[in-house]
């Protein structure tokens, strides 16, 4: 795609390590541009503060459905990825994503999530009880299991599908990292045909008597006619898996690394702090740094003229960083000002997962560190060269 006449360009490769690791410096020079500037390496433009993102996600110009000229040609190995993709809430437009949204956040609800409140912190208890007596891994002994644990207890599955659950889904999520080897998408398609097997012998033997959960409402939507078809809920139902899942485990293992070595930590963790401080972690290292959207008709936003046809992309982690809204906004502070933030996106695609990122956060953060108090990170965190995704690789810890 060419790079629009008024729009200055920015080259930056985003498998460089400098930058997946730290890309902030990056992101400061982008704002210094303007509110959009041309990714070359990408090949669109990038809205690089809070207010031009907030709009490219809120125009209802544009969407995250793929414009039938711009879909690929689908393989026959790659046909199973792409039959999830076809129902998926991330990638359709009102009005079946609609639909499909409004039975998905029923689930999410108020008195759903308090419901689920208790569970959680036995569970973070249960891990932290098993945690070894010599340094280990903390995303393989808490912060993965926990969010997979979680999700699956919620939809009313058994808890020993996890672990195969957050696999699959990890090589999913493998096909929106900005580069892919060559395996990446054969193993998501595997995942995502052994995955939708799975589901169906599961739906095929629920009981909502003996595993009661999420997935009964789901059920009993297909029978009402308020999700159309088999393909419909299977893809919802791993929509929630990954959404309830893949942004907990990055929040919490970001949040451990910014907390384990802040010196009012346990002022941050009170309870009158406890949600500010979930939400300066959110902020100043969101889970997901970029979220693309489709031109469907000409728009204009803050001057910037984008074509039918184009893509475009909010940087959801340059905007985070804004200083015209966050003063300092490179500064971790769980103490400021709370403002409203875009880690977790906005709009109708806002994440399905946010409400329970959050609560996981506000629980077991305290848990940790109340009964790990000398926990400290005793290598440097790998983050993971998964961009746009921000995450680690390995954060390892020793009790001491």
Same mark, same amino acid.
């Given at each position: 795609?060419?790079?629009?006449?008024?729009?200055?360009?920015? @080259?930056?490769?985003?498998?460089?390590?400098?930058?997946?690791?730290?890309?902030?410096?990056?992101?400061?020079?982008?704002? !210094?541009?303007?509110?959009?500037? +041309?990714?070359?390496?990408?090949?669109?433009?990038?809205? !690089?503060?809070?207010?031009?993102?907030?709009?490219?996600?809120?125009?209802?110009?544009?969407?995250?459905?793929?414009?039938?000229? /711009?879909?690929?040609?689908?393989?026959?190995?790659?046909?199973? +990825?792409?039959?999830?993709?076809?129902?998926?809430?991330?990638?359709?437009?009102?009005?079946?994503?609609?639909?499909?949204?409004?039975?998905?956040?029923?689930?999410?609800?108020?008195?759903? #999530?308090?419901?689920?409140?208790?569970?959680?912190?036995?569970? %973070?208890?249960?891990?932290?009880?098993?945690?070894?007596?010599?340094?280990?891994?903390? #995303?393989?002994?808490?912060?993965?299991?926990?969010?997979?644990?979680?999700?699956?207890?919620?939809?009313?599955?058994?808890?020993?599908?996890?672990?195969?659950?957050?696999?699959?889904?990890?090589?999913?999520?493998?096909?929106?990292?900005?580069?892919?080897?060559?395996?990446?998408?054969? *193993?998501?398609?595997?995942?995502?045909?052994?995955? @939708?097997?799975?589901?169906?012998?599961?739906?095929?033997?629920?009981?909502?008597?003996?595993?009661?959960?999420?997935?009964?409402?789901?059920? %009993? %939507?297909? *029978?009402?006619?308020?999700?159309?078809?088999?393909?419909? #809920?299977?893809?919802?139902?791993?929509?929630? #898996?990954?959404?309830?899942?893949?942004?907990?485990?990055?929040?919490?293992?970001?949040?451990?690394?910014?907390?384990?070595?802040?010196?009012?930590?346990?002022?941050?963790?009170?309870?009158?702090?406890?949600?500010?401080?979930?939400?300066?972690?959110?902020?100043?290292?969101?889970?997901?740094?970029?979220?693309?959207?489709?031109?469907?008709?000409?728009?204009?936003?803050?001057?910037?003229?984008?074509?039918?046809?184009?893509?475009?992309? %909010?940087?959801?982690?340059?905007?985070?960083?804004?200083?015209?809204?966050?003063?300092?906004?490179?500064? +971790?502070?769980?103490?400021?000002? /709370?403002?409203?933030?875009?880690?977790?996106?906005?709009?109708?695609?806002?994440?399905?997962?946010?409400?329970?990122?959050?609560?996981?956060?506000?629980?077991?953060?305290?848990?940790? +560190?109340?009964?790990?108090?000398?926990?400290?990170?005793?290598?440097?965190?790998?983050?993971?060269? /998964?961009?746009?995704?921000?995450?680690?690789?390995?954060?390892?810890?020793?009790?001491?």
């Amino acid at each position: 795609m060419s790079c629009p006449e008024q729009i200055p360009s920015f @080259s930056q490769d985003p498998r460089d390590p400098a930058f997946y690791r730290d890309p902030y410096p990056a992101y400061r020079q982008m704002r !210094t541009y303007g509110d959009f500037v +041309f990714w070359e390496d990408y090949g669109f433009p990038v809205a !690089t503060t809070h207010v031009a993102a907030g709009l490219v996600l809120r125009s209802p110009k544009l969407g995250r459905e793929v414009p039938a000229c /711009r879909r690929p040609k689908i393989t026959d190995e790659m046909a199973p +990825f792409y039959a999830v993709e076809r129902h998926s809430l991330l990638e359709i437009e009102p009005p079946k994503h609609t639909r499909l949204r409004q039975v998905a956040m029923r689930g999410f609800n108020r008195s759903s #999530l308090a419901a689920m409140a208790p569970d959680i912190s036995r569970l %973070a208890d249960r891990l932290i009880d098993g945690f070894p007596g010599h340094p280990f891994d903390l #995303l393989q002994h808490f912060a993965q299991p926990l969010p997979a644990i979680a999700i699956t207890r919620f939809l009313g599955v058994d808890e020993d599908h996890a672990a195969q659950f957050q696999s699959w889904s990890n090589d999913m999520v493998a096909m929106y990292q900005a580069h892919r080897e060559p395996d990446v998408g054969p *193993k998501a398609a595997r995942a995502a045909a052994d995955f @939708s097997a799975c589901l169906n012998q599961i739906i095929d033997a629920y009981s909502p008597t003996s595993n009661p959960g999420f997935l009964s409402s789901l059920i %009993a %939507a297909e *029978k009402n006619g308020e999700i159309h078809s088999r393909d419909e #809920l299977i893809s919802t139902v791993i929509l929630l #898996l990954n959404a309830g899942h893949e942004a907990s485990v990055h929040t919490i293992g970001n949040s451990v690394r910014l907390l384990a070595g802040f010196p009012e930590r346990a002022l941050a963790l009170e309870p009158t702090s406890i949600t500010g401080t979930v939400e300066e972690c959110l902020r100043f290292s969101p889970p997901l740094h970029m979220f693309t959207r489709h031109v469907y008709d000409d728009a204009v936003i803050l001057g910037t003229k984008f074509k039918a046809g184009q893509e475009v992309a %909010a940087l959801l982690g340059s905007a985070c960083h804004d200083d015209s809204v966050w003063p300092d906004g490179e500064h +971790f502070d769980p103490f400021r000002p /709370r403002r409203a933030h875009l880690a977790f996106g906005s709009g109708i695609h806002a994440c399905l997962g946010a409400t329970l990122a959050r609560l996981e956060l506000q629980i077991v953060l305290p848990i940790l +560190f109340s009964r790990c108090p000398a926990l400290t990170i005793v290598e440097p965190p790998e983050i993971a060269d /998964r961009y746009h995704f921000h995450g680690l690789d390995r954060l390892m810890v020793a009790l001491r």
